[in-house]
């Protein structure tokens, strides 16, 4: 019986110190940090600004009822005709304008005539002087024919004046008859045509004739104030639109607005952010498979340059201190760096590593330096 005792307590040792040893196994291998490392690299890096945009004719003229100019007598235009810079679209008439317009014409008769009038009496001058010298001698007629010559002289002077300023009124109302006639100011089609009771009446102005090129289009979006400092003119553009998902067109900023965009919203709230216009001018019609006011997203290109990066999960930001963790004799290393542009999953490091720094790639949130890691 004692034999069987000192049997068993060895044995139960040895199942002990078995179980010791796999925890501190597990434990071991719980603790261990296995990591997977990598060299910073050369990759072209480009940065975008990505915003809502609106599709829009490249060029349109909307024509809305002027009240100052009168009531709507004519629109001369139907919707789809073609239509020349220059042609009419609307006419006005203005009662204003008929009536003085009569008026300087009157004016202009009576002008007329008083100087043909005083014309007359001067060329009769001579005649008259022949008589008077019969009647009170040379000189008494030189002198009553002088004063009255004088007198007659600045009559048709101050009608001849009065004759330019008339022709100057009338040329000013045949400007303002003109200006009743509102023309195209660019080539094209005539999308929508309103009457006036029609247009006056909607809860929205429309306007009276609505005049676009439908071959060429332009992406509006605004910017906010730090992605305004980034886009400029000539930028390129990837443009995409949810309706149609499988396609995108190509664009080039071609305006950024130098004020920013006006509201009633901004106005109200003197903390609100400012919004800068931006326009695009989108490559090719065939986006015209879409309709204009239709919304579209903007990925504009602001910058592309070759840098040496590391995935953007490998560094870390402490204040405004970036490092990362390189691998050195089994051990994880902090190395402080300089960063710059961040593209998509690559960020650009400038300076603090060389090509030949294991840096780790994966790093766990467990990490610090000097820590002991495993290299996968």
Not at 91 to 117: F, G, K, P, V
Request: charged share 30%; hydrophobic share 35%.
């Amino acid at each position: 019986m004692l034999k069987k005792k000192k049997v068993i307590i060895p044995l139960v040792l040895l199942i002990l110190a078995a179980f010791i040893g796999l925890s501190i196994y597990r434990t071991q291998a719980e603790n261990e940090i296995v990591v997977k490392t990598g060299h910073i690299k050369e990759e072209e890096l480009t940065t975008t600004v990505m915003i809502p945009g609106t599709l829009s004719l490249a060029d349109e003229q909307k024509v809305y009822e002027d009240l100052e100019k009168g009531d709507v007598e004519t629109v001369h235009v139907s919707e789809g005709d073609t239509v020349k810079a220059g042609a009419p679209l609307v006419t006005y008439s203005s009662d204003t304008i008929e009536l003085e317009q009569q008026q300087a014409d009157l004016t202009r008769q009576s002008t007329n005539m008083q100087i043909e009038s005083l014309n007359k009496q001067l060329n009769r001058l001579d005649e008259k002087q022949d008589e008077l010298e019969k009647e009170v001698g040379k000189k008494a007629a030189d002198e009553q024919i002088d004063a009255e010559r004088d007198q007659l002289n600045l009559e048709l002077d101050t009608a001849k004046l009065e004759r330019k300023r008339n022709n100057l009124e009338l040329d000013s109302l045949e400007k303002q008859r003109e200006a009743l006639t509102v023309t195209s100011k660019i080539d094209g089609t005539v999308l929508s045509v309103q009457q006036g009771e029609q247009a006056a009446s909607a809860e929205i102005q429309e306007p009276l004739v609505h005049v676009g090129q439908t071959g060429a289009f332009l992406a509006k979006g605004v910017l906010s104030e730090y992605d305004a400092l980034n886009v400029k003119n000539g930028q390129p553009v990837t443009i995409t639109s949810d309706v149609l998902p499988d396609q995108q067109w190509t664009g080039v900023v071609t305006k950024v607005n130098l004020l920013p965009e006006q509201d009633a919203a901004a106005q109200a709230d003197a903390n609100a952010a400012n919004q800068y216009p931006v326009e695009v001018k989108i490559n090719g019609a065939d986006i015209s498979t879409i309709k204009p006011g239709f919304k579209l997203l903007l990925d504009i290109e602001t910058n592309q340059k070759t840098a040496s990066v590391l995935p953007v999960e490998a560094v870390f930001q402490e204040e405004d201190n970036p490092y990362v963790f390189v691998v050195k004799n089994g051990q994880a290393i902090k190395k402080t760096v300089k960063t710059g542009i961040q593209a998509d999953k690559w960020i650009e490091v400038s300076e603090g590593l060389t090509g030949k720094d294991d840096v780790i790639t994966n790093p766990d949130e467990r990490l610090s330096d000097g820590m002991d890691v495993t290299v996968e």
